[in-house]
């Protein structure tokens, strides 16, 4: 049995592909980035401390410090991340308060997951990135040190194609095909069922 509300949660999970070349003369918004984290105060909060915290970024400045500072897509080992053309047109840092907890428990995938969702309701994309410099993140950013950086959502409008392809043998590295498109291999509903 499924509804039309099942199908939009459907749909919009099949396109919430995780992009990494941007049209970086799209800008993004502060106000978009904004509604965006205002998505966050509604997702379940481990002990309800809701501890996350996010620093927005869409100021060319700063694009242009951190960008260095990421790391871009560890299984193309041949590629630095996008061209200056291509680049994310804004930021969210999210930041876990440590003056609340050391621990935000899994508040930080349940609120990575409404921004990209949200973003892709809005017909942007984003990339989630857990593998960049953190100190010098936070102090390219002035982020006090009350606030650890915990992942870096680049967001834009896609410059690249996305397709979900069926996993097989366990390759689950995503990669590009032959037609330049980023292929991310999923795992069948019969994998995930224990019987």
């Known amino acids: ?7 939009i949660v459907r749909d ?5 592909r995780s992009v990494r070349r941007f049209k970086a003369d799209i800008p993004v918004s502060t106000e978009t980035l904004v509604q965006l984290i205002d ?9 309800n401390i809701q501890p996350l915290r996010y620093r927005l970024v869409n100021s060319g400045e700063e694009k242009d410090e951190i960008f260095p500072l990421l790391k871009w897509a560890g299984y193309y080992t041949d590629w630095d991340g996008p061209e200056p053309d291509q680049r994310p047109a804004a930021y969210i840092v999210q930041c876990t308060d440590t003056e609340l907890t050391g621990d935000c428990m899994c508040d ?6 409404a921004i990209t969702l949200g973003a892709t309701a809005l017909g942007l994309n984003a990339c989630i990135i857990k593998a960049f410099n953190s100190p010098a993140l936070s102090a390219a950013l002035g982020i006090p040190k009350r606030y650890r950086p915990e992942y870096v959502v680049a967001l834009g409008v896609a410059d690249e194609k ?3 392809t069926r996993m097989e043998d366990n390759r689950y590295k995503y990669f590009r095909d032959e037609t330049d498109t980023q292929c ?6 019969d994998e995930l069922i224990i019987r």
Not at 12 to 16: E, F, R, S
Not at 184 to 189: A, D, L, M, N, W
């Open 1 to 7: 049995m499924t509804t039309p509300e099942f199908n």
């Open 12 to 16: 919009l999970l099949i396109a919430d």
């Open 39 to 47: 998505l966050t105060r509604y997702c379940a909060s481990g002990r």
């Open 108 to 113: 930080d995938g349940l609120n990575l997951q």
């Open 162 to 164: 996305t397709a979900i």
């Open 184 to 189: 991310v291999p999923k795992r069948s509903i």
